[in-house]
């Protein structure tokens, strides 16, 4: 049987991995499930470690379920880590999202002045997961889920010098999703070419039952208000249809960011000063999940947690750990090393592509290019990961002021130097290198 470590284990999510591995355990047998936090974790441990005990229970799985805040004991032999941890926790999130509105710039927790902080705090505890994982269970895949995925799977191939890695998103299952809802097929019929990088990915062709569909979609895309395609922590604004027809691609939710920057701005912060930006509103949500998780007569996943932007998280992690351990050779999109499927990325950078899930792990599949139009972004936005990543092990301030300031929902060098500055005091606690 298989030994599973996951890192953040006290995260509102876990009970979907629970029943992701529940679903799957006849060719995925699961033996031990080793959950693990931090001591400021221990209490959303118990509780979400009890609910999962009561869900392979009442699945009748001999699967066990172990909490646990000694890591390194947690390590030892095991066959895959999975990470989803957050360093600093919600109030990290808050300070990441905040701090940048009050200079008229996107915090934004992946993408922009939020996304650096998060892979400031994040990179660390990620090569020191990787030292101990070369220690305790060299043979073992991460699969990484902590965000900012791109920037971490970038770092762990660049200085943790470990090719087992793979770093996961659900932003691509959602687009396939919500594709398949939009032109009212089943998302089984539903194949998407993707290709970018994390939160950063674009789907290049759209097919249903292998007919080429991109421009019927990018028709019905644009036909209304609201796209119809987006995750549940981001606004659905509609498209331009000139735009999209022009681009002949289809952006990810995470996109508007970048292609309407002055809108998404606007909405952050009506939303702030309303109900809250998202990580206060994923506070009371989370409040409420735990809530429901305390309730011993709970003994499966409840419908709430549909509610976070995660959905199709656990679909996500276990469709990719399955296939890696059966070998079984299907496509999936993930962050893996580039290795020439991207050409205008470097070949030892991290994109998201999908890829043939082997034994041996995710072999991409070659694109060729991104077409000119987006090229550049997705180059600026690789560089900015790198030199975030650098930054974030240097503990060097000028290359992290560089790292804020080609962000592209930066503005200028000295709006860079204002926020990077608050926000270095603001997680001091969490960034010991600076
Ligand atoms: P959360 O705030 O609930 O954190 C999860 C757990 O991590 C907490 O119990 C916390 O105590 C623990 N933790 C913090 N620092 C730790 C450390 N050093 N070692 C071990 N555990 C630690 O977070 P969440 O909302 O459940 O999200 C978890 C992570 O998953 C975040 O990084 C989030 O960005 C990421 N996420 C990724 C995707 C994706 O598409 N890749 C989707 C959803 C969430
Ligand atoms: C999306 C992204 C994740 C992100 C999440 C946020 O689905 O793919 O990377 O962490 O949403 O959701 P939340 O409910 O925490 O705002
Ligand atoms: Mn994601
Ligand atoms: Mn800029």
Redesign the pocket.
């Known amino acids: 049987g298989l030994k599973i470590v996951t890192i953040g284990g006290g995260s509102s999510y876990t009970p979907e991995l629970v029943e992701g591995f529940i679903k799957r355990y006849d060719e995925l047998p699961v033996r031990e499930l080793w959950l693990v936090d931090i001591p400021e974790g221990e209490e959303k441990l118990n509780i979400v470690g009890e609910l999962a005990k009561r869900m392979v229970k009442k699945a009748g799985v001999p699967m066990d379920i172990r909490l646990t805040l000694d890591r390194r004991k947690a390590l030892e032999g095991a066959d895959f880590v999975t990470t989803q941890f957050r360093v600093g926790r919600l109030e990290a999130r808050m300070k990441d999202e905040k701090i940048p509105l009050k200079y008229g710039v996107i915090g934004q927790e992946?993408n922009g002045p939020g996304g650096l902080f998060k892979g400031l705090r994040t990179i660390p505890v990620i090569l020191d997961i990787i030292k101990d994982m070369k220690e305790l269970c060299p043979d073992a895949w991460l699969i990484n889920f902590t965000?900012p995925?791109g920037m971490v799977t970038e770092a762990v191939l660049r200085y943790g010098n470990y090719k087992k890695v793979v770093g996961l998103?659900?932003?691509p299952i959602?687009m396939r999703m919500g594709v398949a809802k939009l032109l009212g097929v089943d998302a089984r019929r539903v194949h998407i070419d993707f290709a970018g990088l994390n939160?950063m990915v674009f789907g290049v062709n759209i097919y249903v039952d292998g007919n080429n569909m991109t421009e019927e979609l990018i028709d019905r895309l644009t036909s209304g208000e609201a796209s119809g395609i987006t995750?549940?922590?981001i606004v659905d604004l509609g498209w331009e249809p000139g735009f999209l027809k022009g681009l002949k691609i289809l952006p990810c939710p995470y996109h508007r960011y970048y292609f309407q920057t002055s809108k998404m701005l606007a909405e952050e912060m009506e939303a702030a000063k309303t109900v809250g930006t998202?990580a206060e509103v994923?506070k009371k949500?989370e409040d409420e999940l735990f809530e429901l998780y305390k309730d011993p007569n709970l003994d499966i996943k409840p419908p709430q947690l549909e509610k976070?932007?995660?959905?199709y998280y656990s679909d996500a992690a276990c469709s990719l750990i399955t296939s890696i351990y059966n070998d079984k050779r299907d496509i999936q999109p993930v962050n893996t090393q580039n290795n020439g499927a991207i050409a205008s990325i470097p070949n030892e950078s991290a994109v998201e592509v999908n890829c043939v899930i082997t034994k041996e792990g995710p072999k991409p599949i070659a694109v060729g290019d991104l077409p000119v139009a987006v090229r550049g972004l997705v180059q600026q936005i690789k560089s900015f990961e790198r030199v975030a990543a650098e930054a974030a092990v240097t503990g060097d301030y000028n290359t992290a002021l560089v790292a804020m300031t080609i962000n592209p929902l930066v503005p200028s060098d000295t709006i860079a130097k204002q926020i990077l500055d608050e926000m270095l005091e603001a997680h001091k606690e969490y960034l010991p290198q600076f």
Do not use: D, I, W, Y
Not at 308 to 311: H, I, S, V
């Open positions: 992946t965000n995925a998103c659900n932003v959602g939160h995750m549940r922590n998202r994923v949500l976070r932007g995660g959905a």
